[in-house]
């Protein structure tokens, strides 16, 4: 079984300061993990996703993540942070084995102040 | 192209009723899964389908039934409604229904209340 926890439940930060959201995971088994962005009354969109290969993701919208197998984690950052991107982030993990389900963390609130 | 589309936008139901929800997956993509998102939570697995079968569902009670129709479209029913229920139901469809490493697309969900 997969679990995802975001430790941070709201992270306020002001207009072109760096950010970084945090997701650890638990798996018994290699995981796929991703990040999803959810603006107000929408679905989700994805941001980034690590499959394989290079640990540093880079995604839509400046954001970047990376993936640090020994402390089983995968946070978000974005260097400089505009307005727009307030919303709610969810870090997801999926099995490698199984099928397209996605077990997804509790998500972060991102506020970002003029 | 038309993504993943969802009806109802919004619907309030009272306790006991049924509802049903319905999904249309991007075109080509045969596989349609379905997520309960309760405010201020990350959304949870209910079911995936995947050319017209069921191939995993999650922690959710026998109220809950799903079917997929040969034009991949799906339908999420549930059954005598609890106050528990009012969530956002968000559906997904991807090209295939196992393994690989292919994207989920979502929906903007249908936002259900139950009074």
């Known amino acids: 079984a997969q679990s995802v926890t975001q430790l941070d439940s709201q992270v306020p930060v002001f207009e072109e300061a760096p950010v970084e959201l945090r997701c650890n995971y638990s798996?018994?088994?290699?995981?796929?993990l991703f990040w999803y962005v959810q603006y107000p009354n929408q679905g989700l969109q994805l941001l980034l996703k690590y499959l394989s290969g290079s640990t540093l993701v880079k995604g839509i919208n400046g954001f970047e993540a990376e993936f640090n197998k020994s402390q089983t984690s995968f946070h978000l950052r974005k260097p400089s942070v505009h307005i727009s991107d307030t919303a709610e982030y969810f870090c997801a993990v999926r099995a490698m084995d199984s099928s397209y389900k996605l077990i997804f963390g509790s998500g972060t609130r991102l506020l970002v102040r003029p | 192209d038309a993504g993943v589309t969802q009806s109802p936008t919004h619907l309030i139901k009272t306790r006991g009723q049924h509802v049903t929800l319905r999904c249309s997956p991007i075109s080509g993509h045969k596989s349609v899964s379905w997520y309960q998102q309760v405010l201020g939570q990350g959304p949870q697995f209910i079911f995936q389908y995947y050319e017209k079968e069921e191939r995993g569902r999650g922690n959710f009670p026998d109220r809950f039934s799903a079917r997929q129709f040969p034009n991949y479209s799906s339908e999420l029913n549930v059954n005598a409604l609890l106050l528990g229920d009012s969530a956002l139901y968000l559906c997904?469809?991807?090209?295939?229904?196992?393994?690989?490493?292919?994207?989920?697309?979502f929906g903007e969900g249908s936002r259900l209340t139950v009074l």
């Open positions: 798996s018994s088994v290699s995981v796929y």
């Open positions: 997904a469809s991807s090209l295939a229904g196992a393994r690989g490493t292919g994207e989920l697309f």
